[in-house]
């Protein structure tokens, strides 16, 4: 599967941002997907993953509450909705995903994925 992020940009502090993750290829809704971010000098962390059911989503702490990770199937397409962003979500975010052995599972780590997206910028001012 191919996978295309966008939806960054520079936003002031407490904004919200939405990114979108299309995918082009095989159906998304036999994927898991998740969202990552890479600040400057730090390493590469998720942010959010949700099951290809859909029933099953996970949150970093940092960020619960104040995102959502949802998926349209018509679409092809995996949303995060970002909101009371803060300064430190600044970073490049990648979307990746990969087949399931089942509807259930959320995949966490960066090793777990071969399908990423190219990043897309978000920018937090403070």
């Known amino acids: 599967v191919q996978l295309q992020a966008s939806g960054g940009g520079l936003v002031q502090a407490g904004g919200p941002l939405r990114l979108s993750c299309v995918a082009s290829?095989?159906?998304?809704?036999?994927?898991?997907v998740s969202w990552f971010r890479q600040a400057p000098g730090k390493e590469r962390e998720v942010v959010a993953g949700?099951?290809?059911?859909?029933?099953?989503?996970y949150y970093t702490d940092s960020v619960k509450g104040r995102f959502a990770i949802s998926g349209d199937r018509a679409k092809n397409t995996v949303y995060l909705q970002m909101n009371r962003l803060e300064y430190d979500d600044t970073a490049v975010y990648y979307c990746?995903?990969?087949?399931?052995?089942?509807?259930?599972?959320?995949?966490?780590?960066?090793?777990?994925?071969?399908?990423w997206g190219q990043g897309t910028q978000v920018t937090v001012s403070s």
């Open positions: 990746a995903a990969r087949p399931t052995l089942g509807s259930g599972y959320v995949y966490t780590r960066p090793i777990d994925f071969r399908s």
């Open positions: 290829g095989p159906p998304f809704s036999t994927y898991s």
């Open positions: 949700i099951s290809w059911s859909g029933d099953n989503t």
